[in-house]
C-alpha cells in the first residue's frame, strides 16, 4: 500500500511542470520588426507622393525651356510613370498596415507580409522593365534632338559613364528591392509560421 501511494506521489511529481503555469514572455521581434517596416513603409510612402508631385511640376516647369521640342521621356508625367509611381504608394500603404497588424500581434500579420514579399518581387520586375524601357526611350530621344539641352550625356556612344551610371542604378534599385522581398518571404513563410511565434502563447 505504502509502495503503491509512494509511486502515485512520484508520478504526479513527474506530470507537475511548474514552467507550464509561469507566464510566459511575449517574444519582442514582432516589435523590433513592425517598427522598422512601419518607418520604411512612411518614408516609401512620403516618398512616393513627393516623386508624383515633383514628376508633374518638372514636366510643367521644362515645358517653357524647350522652344518647342518634345519634352525628354525621363521628364515626361507619362501614364507608365504614373502607373508605376501610383502602384509603389499603394505598396507602402500596404506595407504600414501590414507593420500595424504586426505591432498589434495579429494573426493575419504573417500572410500579409507573405503577400507583400510577393507583390514586392513583381514590383522590383516591374521597376527593372521600366528602367530598361526609360533607358531606351532617352537614348532615342537624345539621337533625335542632339541639339536640346537634356540630350547631353544620354548617348552612350558619346558618353559611357552615363551609360554605366544608368545601368548601375537599376541594378542596384532591383538588388535592395529583391534582397527586402526574400528577407520578408522567408523570415514569415520559413522562420516564423507559429501563433505562439508572434503572441508566445502555445496553441
Do not use: C
Amino acid at each position: 500500500m505504502n509502495d503503491e501511494s509512494a509511486s502515485a506521489g512520484q508520478a504526479r511529481q513527474v506530470q507537475w511542470d511548474p514552467s507550464k503555469h509561469l507566464p510566459q514572455r511575449r517574444p519582442g521581434w514582432p516589435t523590433a520588426v513592425g517598427i522598422v517596416f512601419t518607418i520604411y513603409a512612411s518614408l516609401g510612402l512620403i516618398g512616393g507622393i513627393l516623386g508624383m508631385i515633383m514628376l508633374k511640376l518638372s514636366a510643367s516647369s521644362n515645358l517653357w525651356q524647350l522652344d518647342g521640342e518634345p519634352l525628354p521621356p525621363s521628364m515626361a508625367f507619362g501614364p507608365l510613370a504614373v502607373a508605376l509611381g501610383a502602384l509603389g504608394i499603394l505598396l507602402s500603404i500596404f506595407l504600414l498596415y501590414s507593420s500595424l497588424m504586426l505591432l498589434a500581434r495579429r494573426k493575419n500579420a504573417r500572410g500579409l507580409f507573405i503577400t507583400y514579399g510577393i507583390m514586392l518581387l513583381l514590383f522590383a520586375a516591374l521597376r527593372v522593365a521600366y528602367g530598361i524601357h526609360m533607358i531606351a526611350e532617352m537614348r532615342r530621344w537624345s539621337r533625335e534632338n542632339p541639339d536640346s539641352m537634356f540630350a547631353q550625356g544620354f548617348d552612350p556612344m558619346s558618353n559611357n559613364i552615363q551609360s554605366f551610371a544608368q545601368t548601375a542604378g537599376i541594378v542596384i534599385g532591383f538588388v535592395f528591392t529583391f534582397s527586402i522581398a526574400l528577407f520578408v518571404l522567408i523570415w514569415f513563410g520559413k522562420v516564423k509560421t507559429k501563433p505562439e511565434h508572434y503572441t508566445g502563447k502555445s496553441v
